[in-house]
């Protein structure tokens, strides 16, 4: 039997219940691939999925590395997969691993201009920035106020928003107001007085809110700042957002999950990263075997830019 060694979840809970094991891996069966992980993706839902976890469940959701091993007929969304391809993959199951065998309707060719890292981190956020524009139609001329705006989601929104010709005002810490100036966009201080400062930095008013927050005051902000409910969406604020009657997306109660658009999104979020023209931020890195003190540096809310394992 191959084996390699993974990241497991010992039971529900916390980063804690992370260990290190060996595990059995999978040749690939009908449409599958076996890939050699060079960096897995950590994101918060990981730890939302860990506090329900089972002994033995392997979380990580996204990754980038290099096909070691196909399956009959193994097509990607872009195309044939084969051995040698450098890819990334989402959605997968048990990406904190050496090698990880997923379904080949997950597995896309990893865009050149950016590193393991970085490519293991841009399909989630992507899909899930997709989602929230498509939802509130932004468009050319459109002001949009970013809640988040140094954060996974909220940086991919805010470029993605940018290249629909919006202008983009983001919230973020003070330490992150560069970042947000950096990618295009006017930055705020989140924190109180936050309604003020967004219309000092966009007096012509803002059409569009999108909180990747989930605060009260950014629900607050959005529903004062923005009159059209419709064009207010949520992804991590489901109980607020539903009694105010926005948009709530993804996997929460009563939201939206956007599958299609989701799984869509992917192939072009490659294609622009592909030309450089999508940047994604790794703060920190750390070894397969810290996955416990990366996924507390997530748990934080504030990583300093997406975080990735390096098996
Ligand atoms: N529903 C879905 O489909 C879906 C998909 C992906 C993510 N999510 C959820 O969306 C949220 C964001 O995910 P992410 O990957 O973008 O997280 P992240 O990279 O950790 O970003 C968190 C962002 O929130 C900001 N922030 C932290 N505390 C804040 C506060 N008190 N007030 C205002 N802003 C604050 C951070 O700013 P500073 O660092 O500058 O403080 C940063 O911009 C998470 O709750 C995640 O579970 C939902």
Known sequence: MTTTHAIVASGPGGPEVLELREVPLAAPGSGEVTISVRAAGINPVDLKKLAGAE???????????????????????????????EVVAYPVVGGYAQDVTVPATSVLRKPRALDWARAANLLLVGVTATHLLEATGVHDGDTVLVHGASGGVGLTALQLALQRGA????????????????????????????????????????????????????????LELVADRDRIATIAAFARGGEAGIRLLGGGPGADPGREIRS????????????????????????????????????????????????
């Open 167 to 222: 202008t983009v005002v983001g919230t973020a810490s003070a330490a992150n107001q560069q970042l947000v100036a950096d990618h295009g966009g006017i930055p705020v201080i989140y924190g109180e007085g936050l309604a003020d400062r967004v219309r000092s930095a966009a007096p012509e008013g803002i059409d569009v809110a999108l909180d990747t927050v989930g605060t009260d005051e950014a629900v607050d902000v959005s």
């Open 264 to 311: 869509a999104a992917r192939g072009p979020l490659v294609e622009l990263a592909d030309r450089g023209a999508l940047d994604v931020v790794v703060g920190r890195t750390f070894p397969l075997a810290e996955a416990r003190a990366a996924l507390e540096l997530v748990a934080s809310g504030h990583p300093g830019g997406q975080v990735a394992l390096l098996p």
């Open 55 to 85: 002994a033995g469940a392997r979380p990580g959701i996204e990754l980038s590395g290099v096909v070691t091993a196909v399956g009959d007929g193994a097509v990607g969304p872009l195309g044939e997969i084969a051995v040698g391809d």
